[in-house]
């Protein structure tokens, strides 16, 4: 019995299908559906991991609570030197009954700390004004610009943001001129009694700087002292010192926590396990990448001389990036008779660090005189000072550099990010390819060297390294096929000739696998250790697809044994990064716009099919000419016989079905082209080709339509391409991500990952396509188009692959006998097998867990126990609680621009705003479809800033612009957030809804929310509650629960299901809200069709259309695997 399990791993999906290969039966199939790890996958930075939102809340509140606490200890400060009007009774009361001095303070809040910050450097103030004025400043200190990876001077925060309103640091800088911050801001400050002025300069809504700040405390330090002998330099370093500027310590207004270190996340090298990888920017990493690089380069199927890989060597020195056609000028090499395995147009990658300090502008040739020693240190100060200011005054004591020099560098960062090996590693490997040797031998080298250690530069191992041929025949032991591999044979004559002990042979290298095996698991590990160990992958989405493996896996693995072999396909959101998915939805929207627009076109002269669709496109595309002849293809012939949908690059060659290889051509051209790509058939005439080319460049150029049709022009005119796509295909493994893979060989030697292509092909071929469907198209409406895949992938072979290639949809030359299937009656098992699929959704229920934190003070260690919510505990406003005309409403100030509807409108509190926005709305024409017309609230001009267009009428004055509104509210069940400030939220995210019967036997129920539930745990009450009203709990209802709706249980056998029942009967709650129950069946991936068989709703709990007894709720449990039982 051989054991293949095939998967689809998806964002929020897996497919599965177990099969026995030598009984040629499917011994399972079925998909998991679970929430996505991310939110708004694919919308660029709107797409965030579900924790990534309440990182960020709480990073808010834990700044509020810092600002406070440097607030509190300040006034404590000002308190004991007689600069608040509160004492230090009155802070330890404070403290006590944690209620502010509002009453004693309020004169002292009332003061202007503008008018007092520019009086300060003139006059004598008292130490109250004084202190006031600190106060001022620990409110707004500023932004510490001095960190060197804190951006360009040239960003939105120096240049300002003009469509906000937002004012840069540089004009405040050249506002300032020789005043301080303060002094300025008063200048502008608009005067008492004085009416609003439209034009002003606003206070408010600029950046600043830390460096303002402080200069403007130095200089009002420094005056006021000549009054006020307490002002002394120790309560100046209490209150205002900076280490940075040569204080003792760091006082309370400048103090900054310094980041946390974020070492810990780095990764462990491959090779050396105990040791963290190294910096991408290091010296070695650069000349180690260059290395590698240049060990590959080979033309007309030799490698290039020792004498050219140094010319290239030096080039890479010099350069971030280069063309390689500048390479190949390097080594005199630019004939066209130099096949080289590299394009002139590929950007080779060189080096950042070592191109930019050898530049002329810092160290100039100087720097490759410098020993190794003195440029790792050199690189230490780049890499690890964070400050601009240091590292200015760094370069010039100690390298001697020009103030210009010294602030160009102290501008200059090395890139961000980690190599796969580290330091160790690295420096074992590095001579070998420096020696010529190509990465997988200099790898094994760079082993033998870290088994030997010190050893190595022993005259006596060198010798008989050179007498065993070990390094000179390294390379044919490596690339041996021996049975289990090479490395075994290394050993051996390791332990024979030099006495290696195992555990020097745990110090070996081995660039594919393992240097000891490791023995296999039963399961997929569990628990804490194991869960950190998925986490440490620090990717969201991958991290929930590995946790719903894990349990699918070992769950299958309980019920039928140990796999064979495993065979995954991934989802391309699983292997790209977020920039990447956020174009391809974009590409996405494009398309879907683009094919409604062509729908319509192709409508005009014939049927709507996909193939017309798709010849439309082409046509378009080309510019309604034929690139391989350049003869005009006319409307009348592009949907006929005598115009063929060809491939470019050939379909019996590259398997490539994808737009982007698909072209249109005369059927009599095509068919005296036949199998070759472009190049093939027409280069060895060289003018006719250089004329081809030229065309279709004119041809396949970019429009508005089609954006990427220059890159079918490159593929166009593409002088070589792979063409070997089975084997290049099973072994690319460039996009799928490593850790899926190394998870699954914990518990099955052979994991191997399938083209996707593939998949969908066979698919086709297969006839699964009509399982779900009477089309011979995929359906993704249905959750089991999961499973299918799965199936196919672990079905699929390589003979498959080749086969694949006879068979051309748009050309048929030849008659073909059926496509072969896994076995024959494959079709029959399989929809036998899928029929019986019953989907199994994660629930969604918000977690409440028992946390356990540990806290030390005055060196004792205490561990606190409490509620840690997994959820949100309500909605993100804060409203407050108003009483108006005798109704009570909550109030919410928002922008005016976030109005949208006429029902939102509605609920602005003021009139005159209302009525003012009304007669906007009038003028533009009224409301359109219920909805406020564009530009109500503000004009974009031509300079891109938003010019308001509400105010507030002025007697005195300008108008007012209206940039904010209040709004009322009317929120049932609202919860105060603290008991003694008017803040209230609306904890509407429900948790579950509990079915009971009351005393006189009646169904009813009771919503409750997520704030409700964490309460009752912090309080030790159970989750689910009986009302004070009822006798019995019937059920609950979460997402996502599963239900068997419409069908008596008397009905069902649980032993002996009869699938065809269940899987009509089958529904996940979809929605809940106070007696209204939405359910969808549970294998409907769509959430579109609001009717039976695929949508049913419960709205009471009568004999009704839509009541509780009709339907009959039978609550059950799908495993993970697609087992059902009842709760």
Not at 195 to 206: M, V, W, Y
Not at 252 to 268: A, Y
Request: aromatic fraction near 10%; proline fraction near 3%; hydrophobic fraction near 35%.
């Amino acid at each position: 019995m051989t054991k293949i399990l095939g998967l689809d791993l998806g964002t929020n999906s897996i497919g599965w299908a177990l099969i026995d290969d030598k009984l040629n039966k499917i011994l399972g199939i079925g998909s998991r559906i679970f929430p996505m790890g991310v939110e708004n996958l694919g919308d660029g930075d709107n797409e965030m991991s579900k924790n990534a939102s309440r990182t960020g809340a709480r990073g808010v509140r834990r700044q509020f609570f810092r600002r406070r606490l440097r607030k509190k200890v300040l006034l404590k400060s000002l308190s004991e030197n007689n600069m608040c009007p509160i004492n230090t009774k009155d802070f330890e009361d404070w403290k006590q009954t944690k209620q502010f001095p509002n009453e004693k303070l309020a004169t002292w809040f009332a003061m202007n700390p503008y008018e007092l910050r520019q009086k300060a450097l003139k006059e004598k103030l008292s130490l109250e004004e004084i202190g006031r004025i600190f106060y001022h400043l620990i409110q707004r200190r500023g932004f510490l610009s001095n960190s060197r990876k804190g951006g360009s001077d040239d960003g939105a925060i120096f240049k300002g943001n003009a469509k906000e309103g937002k004012i840069g640091i540089d004009y405040t800088l050249e506002s300032i001129e020789g005043k301080t911050l303060g002094s300025y801001l008063y200048e502008i400050y608009p005067k008492e009694n004085q009416p609003f002025q439209d034009g002003l300069e606003r206070i408010r809504n600029r950046y600043t700087t830390r460096r303002m700040y402080i200069d403007e405390f130095e200089m009002i330090w420094h005056k006021q002292s000549e009054f006020h002998s307490v002002l002394n330099y120790d309560l100046k370093t209490i209150l205002g010192g900076r280490k940075q500027d040569n204080y003792t310590e760091d006082g309370i207004l400048f103090h900054q926590r310094p980041l946390r270190s974020q070492k810990h996340l780095v990764g462990n090298c491959s090779f050396e396990l105990s040791k963290t990888k190294c910096p991408i920017s290091a010296i070695p990493v650069e000349m180690f990448r260059i290395w590698q690089w240049v060990n590959t380069v080979e033309y007309n199927g030799k490698k290039i001389s020792e004498e050219e890989k140094a010319k290239l060597v030096e080039q890479l020195l010099s350069f971030d990036k280069i063309e390689f056609k500048k390479l190949r000028k390097a080594i005199g090499k630019e004939s066209a008779e130099f096949k080289f395995n590299y394009k002139d147009d590929d950007k080779i990658a060189g080096t950042h660090t070592i191109s930019n300090l050898s530049n002329k502008k810092f160290f100039g040739k100087r720097w490759f005189d410098f020993s190794d020693k003195e440029q790792e240190d050199i690189w230490h100060v780049l890499y690890f000072f964070d400050s601009k200011s240091n590292l200015k005054e760094y370069a010039v004591k100690n390298w001697n550099f020009s103030e210009e020099q010294a602030i160009a560098i102290s501008r200059f960062n090395v890139k961000d990010g980690y190599t796969s090996l580290s330091r160790k590693a690295i420096g074992n490997i590095l001579p070998f390819l420096q020696q010529g040797y190509t990465y997988d031998i200099a790898v094994v080298m760079g082993g033998i060297k870290n088994a030997f250690d010190d050893k190595w530069q022993n005259d006596t191992v060198e010798n008989n390294l050179k007498q065993l041929d070990l390094i000179d025949n390294v390379e044919g032991i490596v690339r041996s096929k021996i049975s289990g591999g090479f490395i075994d044979t290394i050993k051996d004559l390791l332990r024979k000739e030099f006495e290696f002990n195992d555990k020097q042979l745990k110090k070996l290298y081995h660039h594919s696998a393992a240097i000891d095996k490791v023995a296999l698991l039963r399961k997929l590990p569990t628990g804490k250790q194991a869960d950190k160990d998925i986490q440490a992958i620090r990717n969201p989405i991958v991290i929930t697809a590995l946790f719903e493996l894990r349990k699918l896996v070992n769950e299958l693995i309980e019920e039928h044994g140990q796999l064979d072999e495993i065979k995954v396909e991934m989802a391309r959101d699983l292997k790209i990064s977020k920039s990447q998915r956020n174009k391809i939805r974009k590409d996405q929207k494009r398309l879907e716009r683009e094919n409604d627009r062509v729908k319509k076109e192709v409508e005009k002269y014939v049927r709507v099919s996909h193939d017309n669709i798709l010849r439309f496109k082409l046509w378009e595309e080309c510019k309604q000419t034929c690139p391989y002849t350049g003869v005009v293809i006319p409307v009348t012939k592009l949907f006929t016989g005598e115009i063929q949908i060809e491939h470019i690059h050939p379909w019996s060659r590259s398997l490539n079905d994808s737009f982007n290889n698909k072209t249109l051509c005369y059927a009599d051209e095509n068919r005296r082209k036949g199998d070759k790509t472009p190049f093939e058939f027409y280069g060895n005439d060289e003018l006719d080709w250089i004329a081809r080319k030229e065309r279709a460049l004119k041809l396949f150029s970019d429009t508005k339509e089609y954006p990427n049709a220059y890159q079918k022009f490159r593929r166009f005119v593409q002088q070589k391409f792979d063409d070997d796509f089975s084997s290049r295909q099973l072994n690319d493994t460039r996009f799928i991500s490593k850790e899926a893979s190394s998870y699954l060989k914990q518990i099955c030697e052979k994991v191997n990952v399938s083209p996707g292509q593939m998949t969908a092909n066979l698919r086709q071929k297969w006839g699964l396509n009509t399982v779900l469907n009477d089309e011979n198209a995929k359906t993704r409406e249905d959750h089991r188009h999961h499973a299918i895949d799965a199936l196919v992938m672990a079905c699929g072979k390589t003979s498959y692959l080749q086969e694949l290639s006879k068979w051309n949809r748009y050309n048929r030359n030849y008659d073909l006998k059926d496509f072969p299937m896994p076995w024959e009656t494959f079709r029959f098992d399989a929809e036998k097998a899928i029929d019986k699929i019953l989907i199994s959704h994660k629930r969604i229920s918000n977690d409440i867990t028992t946390r356990y934190t540990k806290v030390e003070k005055n060196g004792k260690t205490y561990i606190n126990k409490g509620v840690a919510a997994r959820g949100q505990l309500h909605k993100e406003t804060v409203f407050g609680k108003r009483n108006f005309n005798g109704d009570e409403a909550f109030h919410v100030r928002k922008s005016i621009d976030s109005l949208t509807t006429e029902k939102q409108l509605e609920k602005v509190v003021d009139e005159v705003v209302k009525k003012l926005i009304h007669k906007k709305i009038q003028e533009l024409g009224g409301f359109v479809k219920g909805t406020i017309p564009a530009n109500t609230f503000f004009n974009v001009d031509e300079k891109g800033v938003k010019q308001p267009q509400i105010f507030l009428p002025n007697k005195n004055g300008s108008p007012v612009p209206i940039l904010k509104v209040r709004m009322k509210e009317n929120i049932s069940g609202a919860e105060k957030l603290k008991d003694n400030i008017n803040q209230w939220v609306n904890p509407r995210n429900n948790h579950h809804v509990l079915i009971y019967k009351d005393e006189k036997g009646n169904l009813k129920e009771e919503v409750v929310t997520f704030w409700t539930v964490v309460e009752r745990k912090r309080k030790g009450f159970p989750t689910y509650q009986l009302p004070a009203d009822g006798s019995k709990i019937i059920t609950t209802l979460h997402i996502n629960d599963m239900f068997l709706l419409g069908v008596n249980e008397d009905e069902i056998n649980w032993k002996n299901p009869d699938f065809d029942l269940l899987k009509e009967h089958l529904y996940r709650v979809q929605k809940l809200s106070s007696k209204f129950y939405e359910f969808r069946q549970g294998s409907q991936a769509s959430i579109q069709n609001n009717f039976l068989p695929f949508y049913r709703r419960i709205t009471g709990y009568g004999e009704g259309i839509g009541g509780w007894l009709t339907h009959n709720p039978i609550k059950v449990r799908i495993s993970v695997s697609g087992k059902i039982s009842k709760i």
